[in-house]
């Protein structure tokens, strides 16, 4: 579960990062594909991100705080690096 969540945590802060290379070419350069794959992978890994860390929170103890910041990451651009880097625990 440790291991699905950080990578899902890195995968979905590199899906929102991308929108800085996408969204450019979507409203200055009329290209939209790019932005609706990027979008499409980057729903599809908020969502699995949302899912894996409830599970997390039913298998290792973090306080309320702790769960608030790690929810609240996902909205965040780089915030998912540094959760998957300083706040999930290795159980």
């Known amino acids: 579960m440790i291991k699905a969540f950080k990578l899902v945590a890195i995968l979905e802060g590199i899906s929102y990062l991308l929108f800085g290379l996408t969204m450019p070419l979507k409203y200055m350069y009329d290209m939209p594909m790019p932005n609706k794959i ?43 690096f540094f959760v998957e880097k300083k706040m999930v625990k290795d159980a």
Do not use: W
């Open 38 to 80: 990027v979008g499409f992978a980057h729903g599809f890994l908020f969502i699995g991100y949302i899912f894996l860390a409830i599970g997390l929170f039913q298998t290792a103890q973090y306080s309320l705080k702790e769960k608030f910041i790690i929810l609240v990451a996902s909205l965040l651009p780089f915030a998912t």
